[in-house]
């Protein structure tokens, strides 16, 4: 049920490719609390259909473009503002992909090629939007901007391989173009640290299963699913987290302060009675 927490506002939705990414359930809450949006993802996205369906529930459009692309981004921007007939109050960055995780290239054996893909894919891109969105003075003041985010970032993840130093740029976007949109126009700029979460991305990364019930093990509140991180970005597109910029935002169930958890302590203390 909606609260009309984004009545009459507009947006411009990155990255929805099927129902169990976290894009898409941003544009479904999105749409259910009032707001108008485009949706927008790679031109790979369209033979895969299903984008096109959310956008029929919707009610708008879906522009393929090119993320890393400026020319396809300023198209992209530009035909945004047309068809919503006005600036963007809200723009979510749900970009990320490693060539190097998907062939299974080890970090201590990276590809470089692949890696500048991954940097460009995953973090340059938000650069390129924000750019784009600055040149044409795209977004309303106190506008929002979310990039989805891991905690990988700031610590060693065992199989999360370039994909973390992704992260590390991308929250390092926020904070740095954050200050420069927000002192000319306050738009602000975060970064959502999300849990681990079964999507098409995230489930190629190795040991994606193990890594996703350690977290769930270790947080107090459990992992949280793409329907709770839909929520946490509603909020802060909304006016309600008008003075909230250049954080990275940690929404992990708690695992980000947790050391240790009892669950966690008796599941490894019954793995070393096994091996006695």
Request: glycine share 8%; proline share 2%.
């Amino acid at each position: 049920m909606g609260h009309n927490l984004l009545k009459g506002k507009r947006g411009l939705i990155f990255g929805a490719l099927n129902s169990s990414s976290i894009a898409w359930k941003v544009a479904e809450r999105a749409y259910e609390e009032g707001a108008r949006f485009i949706l927008t993802n790679a031109p790979v996205a369209k033979r895969l259909g299903e984008v096109e369906e959310l956008a029929k529930a919707c009610e708008t459009e879906v522009i393929y473009a090119d993320a890393t692309n400026l020319d396809d981004l300023e198209m992209l921007i530009n035909l945004s503002l047309e068809k919503l007939g006005g600036k963007l109050d809200f723009v979510l960055h749900s970009i990320g992909m490693s060539p190097n995780v998907r062939k299974n290239i080890p970090y201590d054996n990276i590809n470089y090629d692949n890696y500048l893909k991954t940097l460009d894919i995953s973090a340059l891109s938000l650069h390129k939007i924000l750019q784009i969105c600055r040149r044409y003075d795209a977004i309303n003041e106190w506008g929002s901007v979310v990039a989805l985010s891991y905690i990988a970032s700031t610590r060693t993840l065992f199989g999360y391989n370039d994909m973390a130093d992704a992260k590390a740029a991308l929250e390092s976007i926020v904070r740095s173009f954050g200050y420069i949109y927000g002192r000319e126009k306050k738009v602000r700029i975060n970064a959502v640290s999300q849990s681990p979460t079964i999507t098409t991305a995230g489930s190629g990364i190795k040991g994606f299963n193990s890594l996703f019930d350690f977290s769930n093990r270790m947080s107090p509140l459990g992992n949280a699913t793409a329907e709770e991180c839909a929520d946490y970005c509603i909020t802060l597109f909304s006016d309600l987290t008008r003075k909230v910029t250049m954080q990275t935002l940690y929404h992990d169930g708690g695992f980000s302060s947790m050391g240790m958890s009892e669950e966690a302590m008796t599941q490894y203390d019954k793995s070393f009675e096994e091996c006695d």
